[in-house]
């Protein structure tokens, strides 16, 4: 099964990826995650991208699509994955496609998580991470168990610094510009699939089921890369 998760920061891509990736045992692979990550280590790449991020501005695309043709690469992914905040370009979108048809492969489903501009700023500044695994939570719709603590590996949680409400504006504006057209890309040859995201966690994911469940029974769910 190969996915892409798409809507504004905050849609809840995160959170459905990681229901998707328990339940169909895939990974999960957040970009954003990936990036954040390489920040911390000072990595070469954490270098390259930690001005792009802070300003709320995308990483440029060779960068990241070889990143993503990397980690597709690696061998958790012979069954397939979930991307999530990948692509964020028309420009992304068709250099996975084409490196996918080389391996006889392809983007099965695009799901486009809807959420207003409003909500996305309203869920962001109420927004937490766990700075291990990158859980997602919020303070008041989806809290942690014990304080300031993720549920899944007892690391702390934090803020990303781009969820200040600066840089969340720059961020959807960035998004209408250049990630929305990523909808029309998947909606042409009819890969999009679109899920009213204001509603509860588990109604979202009830809706993401539906869908994929056409995808397990068909033929092409699970073949290698
Ligand atoms: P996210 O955690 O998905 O909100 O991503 C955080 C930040 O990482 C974004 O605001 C971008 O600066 C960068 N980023 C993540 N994925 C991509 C991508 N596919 N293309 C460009 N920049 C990205």
Redesign the pocket.
């Known amino acids: 099964m190969r996915l892409v998760l798409l809507g504004l920061?905050g849609a809840g891509?995160?959170t459905q990826g990681e229901l998707i990736a328990s339940k169909y045992g895939i990974p999960h692979i957040?970009?954003?995650?990936?990036?954040?990550q390489a920040v911390s280590a000072g990595s070469d790449l954490g270098q390259k991208?930690n001005l792009?991020?802070s300003?709320?501005?995308?990483?440029?695309?060779e960068?990241?699509i070889q990143l993503?043709y990397e980690r597709i690469r690696e061998p958790d992914c012979t069954q397939g994955w979930i991307l999530?905040?990948?692509?964020?370009?028309v420009h992304?979108a068709r250099a996975l496609d084409q490196c996918l048809a080389e391996a006889g492969a392809a983007v099965q489903m695009a799901i486009d998580i809807r959420i207003t501009q409003e909500e996305a700023i309203k869920r962001i500044a109420q927004r937490r991470m766990c700075s291990q695994c990158g859980a997602v939570y919020h303070l008041k719709y989806y809290r942690t168990k014990g304080e300031g603590v993720c549920d899944i590996c007892g690391g702390d949680l934090f803020r990303?610094e781009?969820d200040n409400e600066e840089t969340a504006r720059k961020?959807l504006e960035?998004h209408m510009r250049q990630t929305h057209p990523v909808t029309h890309y998947y909606a042409q040859d009819g890969r999009l699939y679109s899920i009213d995201g204001v509603r509860s966690i588990d109604e979202v994911f009830a809706d993401v089921e539906n869908y994929l469940s056409g995808l397990v029974e068909g033929p092409d769910a699970g073949e290698v890369l």
């Open positions: 920061p891509k995160g957040s970009t954003g995650h990936i990036i954040r991208a792009y991020i300003g709320g501005n995308l990483v440029p695309d960068l990241m993503v999530d905040g990948f692509p964020r370009t992304q990303r781009d961020r960035v």
